[in-house]
């Protein structure tokens, strides 16, 4: 049962670098408001993996907490976004 932990671990690392490249190198904001979305739901998928391995629910009120700020994060930069000068 480890290993299930251990891969689950090191495919949400792997995400998260791949993630992190795509918010540092984006061509737009809305590239870098996806990668931060994506971010944020690894790192909820990261506490719900630590409360089934240590078996403590005590974490899941951040769950709860990071889900509701990062969508009125989302939700707030998308409504007030000024759009990107692209070439023309």
Do not use: E, Q
Not at 66 to 86: E, K, M, N, T
Request: glycine share 10%.
């Amino acid at each position: 049962m480890n290993v299930i932990w251990g891969t689950a671990g090191v495919l949400l690392g792997i995400a998260a670098v791949i993630t992190m490249c795509r918010l540092l190198l984006g061509p737009t904001t809305l590239d870098r408001l996806v990668a931060l979305d994506t971010l944020a739901a690894m790192t909820m998928c990261g506490i719900g993996i630590w409360a089934a391995v240590s078996r403590d629910t005590t974490v899941t009120y951040s769950l709860a907490a990071l889900a509701l700020v990062g969508f009125i994060g989302s939700v707030s930069v998308a409504r007030f976004r000024v759009p990107d000068d692209g070439p023309k």
